[in-house]
Each structure stands twice: as structure tokens, then as C-alpha cells.
């Protein structure tokens, strides 16, 4: 990695994000280009030159954007999540909120119906029409909801790698079994959830 090409990718994503908090927080515009220079940060891992953990970085970032490590740990992987179906600039003319919603929806589509895909490029259709559209065509849920990072990155020996694993895989063919044809982050999801009911069940007062 070369330090002067790691520094202008640093410089370049912090005056963009500060040139954004300055010009309209609230915007839907110029954030998903923010998520591309963020992508870049990490897959390049430029941010090692500055900071010790990429989480580090995102709060340095946080503190000019005005947007949480969250919010742009969320535009990043937006991007990445669809940048086999969208161009940079087809995501930036479409806006963070659609991008948002149909990241959401990959998570059960995996490949995104044409339909879907056309929707989220017309200009007509507003976020809660996509919102719908979705969820009619994928049979999602239709109540709203929110990203939940959970942090789970942390240091385990080999036997606590195979209880958490073995742990996965009993969730995994539980009724009703998690389903392989949804998205890995949404089969995690389904066994954090089945862990949560299983603990739940077992330990709380009135068994509920």
C-alpha cells in the first residue's frame, strides 16, 4: 500500500463528507457516492496508514459528516451490496433511501427482479411506492424497520469457534429450518433470533 495514495483516498472521502454535512445533512443526494469512497477506503484497507480499526475511522469520519460510524457503515455496504446491479452514478441519481430499501430486499431476492430494478431507476417512483413494490413482490414484510449492527467481531480460541459454530448449525435445522435460498446475513439474523427465543424461553419469568 502506498502512503500517499491511502492519504488522497482519506482526504478525498473527508472533504466530501464534510462538503455534504455543510450543504444539506437531510439530502438524499451525494451520499451513495460518499458510500463508493468509503468502499474504497475499506477494501483497499487505506484507512491502516491513520487508524488502528476501520471502526476508528468511520468515527473520524462520523465527527464531520454529522452521520453516525452506522449510517456510513450502512452506505458502504449499500453500495457494495449493489454494485453488480447498479453503476455508481445510477445509485447516486436514484438516491441513498432507494439504494437503502433495495439492499433490504436483496437480502431475500438475492438477484433483484427486473421490476424491482426498473422501479428503483424511474424518477416517478417515490421511496414508499418502492417500499410497496417490494414488499407485494417478494412477499416481505411490509412494517418498517431499522439496521441493527451487533458488533460481533471478536477474538475466539478453536474450541470457541467450534461451540459457536455447532451452535449455528442446531439453530440452523431447527423448525422452521433457516432457509438457504435468503441471503447469509439474513440466515444469521434467522439463528440470532432462534438463539433469542431458545434463551428467552428458557430463562425469563413467565416463560414468554
Same mark, same amino acid.
Given at each position: 500500500?502506498?502512503?500517499?495514495?491511502?492519504? *488522497?483516498?482519506?482526504?478525498?472521502?473527508?472533504?466530501?463528507?464534510?462538503?455534504?454535512?455543510?450543504?444539506?445533512?437531510?439530502?438524499?443526494?451525494?451520499?451513495?457516492?460518499?458510500?463508493?469512497?468509503?468502499?474504497?477506503?475499506?477494501?483497499?484497507?487505506?484507512?491502516?496508514?491513520?487508524?488502528?480499526?476501520?471502526?476508528?475511522?468511520?468515527?473520524?469520519?462520523?465527527?464531520?459528516?454529522?452521520?453516525?460510524?452506522?449510517?456510513?457503515?450502512?452506505?458502504?455496504?449499500?453500495?457494495?451490496? !449493489?454494485?453488480?446491479?447498479?453503476?455508481?452514478?445510477?445509485?447516486?441519481?436514484?438516491?441513498?433511501?432507494?439504494?437503502?430499501?433495495?439492499?433490504?430486499?436483496?437480502?431475500?431476492?438475492?438477484?433483484?427482479?427486473?421490476?424491482?430494478?426498473?422501479? *428503483?431507476?424511474?424518477?416517478?417512483?417515490?421511496?414508499?411506492? !418502492?417500499?410497496?413494490?417490494?414488499?407485494?413482490?417478494?412477499?416481505?414484510?411490509?412494517?418498517?424497520?431499522?439496521?441493527?449492527?451487533?458488533?460481533?467481531?471478536?477474538?475466539?480460541?478453536?474450541?470457541?469457534?467450534?461451540?459457536?459454530?455447532?451452535?449455528?448449525?442446531?439453530?440452523?435445522?431447527?423448525?422452521?429450518?433457516?432457509?438457504?435460498?435468503?441471503?447469509?446475513?439474513?440466515?444469521?439474523?434467522?439463528?440470532?433470533?432462534?438463539?433469542?427465543?431458545?434463551?428467552?424461553? *428458557?430463562?425469563?419469568?413467565?416463560?414468554?
Amino acid at each position: 500500500m502506498e502512503t500517499v495514495n491511502a492519504d *488522497a483516498a482519506l482526504r478525498v472521502v473527508t472533504d466530501h463528507a464534510t462538503a455534504m454535512a455543510e450543504v444539506d445533512n437531510q439530502g438524499e443526494r451525494g451520499y451513495a457516492h460518499l458510500g463508493w469512497l468509503l468502499l474504497e477506503v475499506a477494501e483497499m484497507q487505506y484507512w491502516r496508514v491513520r487508524y488502528a480499526t476501520f471502526r476508528e475511522y468511520l468515527r473520524s469520519i462520523a465527527a464531520v459528516s454529522k452521520k453516525t460510524p452506522e449510517v456510513l457503515q450502512r452506505y458502504f455496504l449499500t453500495v457494495r451490496d !449493489l454494485s453488480d446491479t447498479f453503476t455508481a452514478s445510477q445509485l447516486e441519481e436514484m438516491g441513498i433511501s432507494k439504494a437503502m430499501k433495495l439492499r433490504q430486499a436483496k437480502d431475500y431476492a438475492i438477484v433483484l427482479p427486473k421490476i424491482i430494478v426498473d422501479a *428503483a431507476l424511474d424518477s416517478k417512483i417515490t421511496v414508499k411506492d !418502492l417500499h410497496k413494490l417490494i414488499s407485494t413482490t417478494l412477499r416481505m414484510p411490509e412494517e418498517e424497520g431499522d439496521w441493527m449492527d451487533l458488533g460481533a467481531e471478536f477474538y475466539v480460541t478453536p474450541e470457541e469457534r467450534a461451540t459457536i459454530e455447532d451452535a449455528m448449525k442446531a439453530a440452523e435445522h431447527c423448525d422452521p429450518i433457516t432457509k438457504k435460498t435468503i441471503s447469509a446475513s439474513m440466515q444469521r439474523k434467522d439463528i440470532v433470533l432462534k438463539w433469542c427465543m431458545e434463551f428467552l424461553g *428458557a430463562h425469563s419469568s413467565d416463560g414468554q
